[in-house]
């Protein structure tokens, strides 16, 4: 006896169809990660709290203290996507760092800290990258929307040809593999992630001269969609693949900028750079880094 009519479907179809389904809900369930599961509030007391059945965390500052939190695992290489929603109003003094590390004197990083500004002023976006122990590779870019009105991702791609910086999946800034002609790349230190909020009044906001307006205080940042597709490290000599979005695949691990992303990289640096330590003539008289003149997207 036939098993469909004018109006249904096959049996086998159906099924078939509710199968497909099943399987792409359970892939975006898992598609953004806990904050219960995948990190540690670490400082802060009651600063730093998880919400929303850990879908969303805030980081507070006051002036006792601020607060942090870091990753439970370990990565070496992957991208790490985070959206962040910065602190409004007047945040003049505050910092908000976002980065991955090591630990140790001769340490792995690679650093997002957005420096807070008075009321109507842009945020600086702040990068740098260690390794080794050294760092001294900064640029700083204002950002082309308000980064306090909404949440924006910020990713961090890291195999072990580069080092992309990506805000809202536009790049703007390389750090390339230049081993070759001597400059240390960040690639045998498994790195957690860290983030904190905290008072650099001393010289976050105009080198210092731009106090913190504690009547402002509390001052809150919040995060949520973390989003981890990397080699989570295991042993002293072993990492596995892990992705908190299975619907991605492992791109990161040979990305490099193609065309267009080649024009808004030049877009971003050109418009928006306020800062380069390549091109800091007064602040290395006998000659800019190596890298400086290697390395076109730095």
Not at 13 to 35: D, E, H, K
Not at 118 to 141: A, C, M, W
Not at 279 to 291: S, T, V
């Amino acid at each position: 006896m036939s098993t469909t009519t004018s109006s249904s479907l096959p049996v086998s179809l159906l099924l078939s169809l509710l199968l497909s389904l099943f399987i792409l809900t359970s892939l975006v369930a898992v598609s953004a990660g806990n904050f219960y599961q995948d990190f540690d509030i670490t400082w802060g007391d009651n600063r730093a709290k998880i919400l929303n059945g850990g879908n969303l965390l805030t980081l507070s500052l006051d002036k006792i203290s601020g607060s942090g939190f870091q990753s439970k695992n370990e990565y070496l290489f992957g991208r790490i996507d985070m959206q962040i929603k910065l602190v409004a109003g007047n945040s003049a003094g505050t910092v908000t760092a976002y980065y991955l590390s090591s630990q140790g004197p001769t340490h792995d990083e690679i650093d997002f800290e957005f420096l807070g500004n008075v009321s109507g002023d842009p945020y600086i976006l702040h990068t740098n990258v260690f390794s080794q122990g050294k760092g001294n590779r900064e640029q700083q870019f204002y950002l082309w929307f308000d980064p306090t009105m909404a949440f924006h991702t910020y990713s961090i791609v890291w195999n072990t040809q580069r080092i992309i910086f990506l805000v809202d999946n536009i790049p703007i800034r390389v750090f390339n593999n230049l081993e070759s002609i001597g400059i240390p790349f960040p690639k045998s230190q498994p790195m957690r992630i860290y983030s904190s909020l905290w008072n650099a009044d001393d010289w976050a906001t105009r080198g210092g001269l731009v106090k913190t307006d504690w009547t402002k205080a509390p001052f809150t940042a919040s995060y949520r969609n973390f989003k981890a597709n990397a080699c989570v490290w295991t042993s002293e000599s072993s990492c596995v693949s892990l992705s908190t979005n299975s619907l991605q695949t492992s791109e990161w691990q040979n990305q490099a900028l193609n065309a267009a992303e080649r024009n808004r990289i030049r877009w971003v640096q050109q418009k928006y750079m306020v800062y380069n330590y390549c091109g800091d003539f007064k602040r290395f008289p006998q000659g800019l880094p190596a890298e400086c003149k290697r390395s076109r997207f730095l």
